[in-house]
């Protein structure tokens, strides 16, 4: 319908042979302005431009609305002929004089429409041809889908529909805007009491921690997508994710389940990690509040689509130290992208992984469990000790085997003996100049508050990165 309705519209410019372009626009001179691949100035004073070569407009009348595109691709058989640029293009064999364009210099001659390669792929193709014929014979149908197809165009990047703004926003809401029911706002008793709860029934830190990040961390500023409203984490295909450790994942909503009370599971799963975060840094002596922000819905099957959310599953997390298959792109810097998407600056993102690997918030290593990178005797604990142990002169580092340089071993310079693992995503914030800048900031001793501080301040960042509903309702 796109295609179609689009090629309803406007022409292809192929009007003379395509050795006469300028050059790249970069490359022009500078009073040309931006512009480039310019034709020969006197061919465009004839109106004869060039750009893709293939020359015609689709229909008999290009400025206007309608179902012409496909009435003239099924009236007519088509056969190969070329531009007068040379590229190869497709024409009506014996059109009616209605069914001509006007020629786009002289509108008084006509000339005969086109149909590019792709466009008759639209008839060719048994299976876009039962689409088409549809669109042929029911007009209606072509306008639905085409603005429907435009809309989601010009849209999809905008995210959920709270985000738009003017008198013009649709009232039906879309699959593809991942609809979220709109949530109640918990008491402070209800809050408090969850906390205390959720807490006391057993679940660790870092299992709590690590399903408030699984749910969160899914956001994107790119396109707006992800993130903990709806707690879609707890919906396929993120539950089974390999990066959420499923099984772990699994037993803690079952958990958060019994014990939310009128909290969304949406509010629970990040409340849960916040509270992990506040016991975690009030274990290391630290007494903080960790501020909560609640009001999400719960989104169900029925508002999601979820094929469109397997793209969104990580290959990489350097977060928790995850990488599902090595890619042609270093690790680290896949820990830099996903730290992007989440709109983290980098010291936003240095402390969030320190912090993270302290609290032992990893993904499950098939050998070594939870210590990859968990560079602290303290797991649990809201310490720098991963930054400390990181830049210690004492540990001398060495890939773990000749298998590849993913996994490192960290000995004792002295005396050889194993003390710690981890990833390249670790050792980066030693090895690269900028990222250990930010480390020795965290490591340097009596920054401890400071740590604890800026990790809760990045850890609510990321946890509220997509409420789009307070920050529109009180700023717009
Ligand atoms: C299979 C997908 C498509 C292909 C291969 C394709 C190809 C082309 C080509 C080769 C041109 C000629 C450019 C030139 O010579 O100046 C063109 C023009 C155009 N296309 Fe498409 N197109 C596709 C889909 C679409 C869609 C989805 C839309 C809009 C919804 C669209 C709207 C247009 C319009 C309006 C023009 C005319 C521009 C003008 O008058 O200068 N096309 N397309």
């Known amino acids: 319908a796109l295609t179609a309705g689009g090629h309803a519209f406007g022409k292809c410019h192929g009007a003379h042979p395509a050795d006469t372009f300028g050059g790249a626009p970069e490359s022009e001179d500078l009073h040309l302005m931006g512009f480039g691949w310019l034709n020969d100035e006197e061919e465009i004073a004839r109106g004869n431009i060039t750009t893709s070569g293939i020359e015609g407009a689709w229909t008999p009348n290009p400025t206007e609305w309608g179902n012409d595109y496909f009435r003239l691709l099924f009236k007519y058989d088509y056969e190969l002929v070329q531009s007068p640029a040379g590229a190869n293009q497709w024409t009506p064999i014996n059109p009616d004089p209605e ?20 466009d008759m792929a639209l008839k060719r193709d048994p299976e876009y041809r039962k689409i088409s014929e549809k669109f042929l014979n029911d007009q209606a149908a072509l306008d639905d889908a085409f603005a429907r197809a435009w809309f989601k165009l010009c849209h999809r990047d905008m995210g959920p529909k709270v985000r738009y703004l003017g008198p013009e926003v649709p009232e039906e809401t879309l699959i593809w805007q991942d609809p979220v029911p709109a949530g109640t706002t918990p008491s402070d008793a209800e809050v408090a009491r969850f906390k205390d709860a959720i807490l006391g029934s057993g679940l660790s830190v870092r299992e709590l921690v690590k399903a408030a990040w699984a749910s969160a961390s899914t956001y994107r500023n790119s396109d707006h997508r992800g993130g903990a409203n709806g707690a879609r984490v707890r919906l396929e295909p993120q539950r089974s994710w390999a990066v959420n450790d499923p099984e ?8 958060i389940e019994q ?8 509010d629970a799963i990040v409340l849960a990690g916040s509270a992990a975060v506040e016991k975690a ?3 290391a002596g630290f007494d903080v509040t960790v501020p909560f922000m609640g009001g999400r819905g719960d989104a169900t099957e029925e508002h999601t689509d979820a094929a469109s959310f397997e793209p969104l599953e990580p290959f990489a997390d350097g977060f928790r130290n995850y990488l599902k298959t090595k890619a042609s792109v270093k690790t680290e810097e896949m820990l830099i992208d996903r730290a992007h998407l989440l709109g983290l600056s980098i010291p936003e993102m240095t402390v969030l992984v320190g912090g993270l690997r302290a609290l032992g918030a990893v993904s499950k290593h ?7 990178g968990v560079l602290t005797e303290s797991p649990g604990k809201l310490t ?17 085997d000749d298998s590849g340089d993913e996994e490192y071993v960290g000995v004792d310079r002295a005396t050889g003996e194993e003390k710690w693992r981890a990833t390249r ?18 490591a340097e001793s009596g920054c401890e508050g400071k740590f604890v501080c800026d990790f809760i301040s990045a850890w609510n960042k990321v946890m509220n990165a997509d409420r789009f509903d307070v920050s529109y309702a009180k700023y717009h």
Do not use: C
Not at 248 to 255: M, R, S, W
Not at 259 to 266: K, T, V
């Open 281 to 283: 840094a009030q274990d």
């Open 384 to 400: 720098p000790d991963f930054f400390r142990n990181l830049l210690d002169m004492g540990v001398k580092w060495k890939p773990v």
């Open 259 to 266: 014990h939310r009370g009128d909290l969304s599971m949406a």
């Open 366 to 372: 098939a050998h070594h469990g939870y210590k990859i």
């Open 248 to 255: 772990e994942l699994g037993k803690v909503l079952d958990t």
């Open 425 to 442: 995503t670790d050792l980066v914030f030693g090895s690269n100049s900028q990222l250990r800048a930010q480390a020795e900031v965290y």
């Open 99 to 118: 069914d001509m364009a006007p020629d786009a210099r002289d509108p008084s001659k006509k000339v005969p429409t086109i149909m590019t390669t792709a």
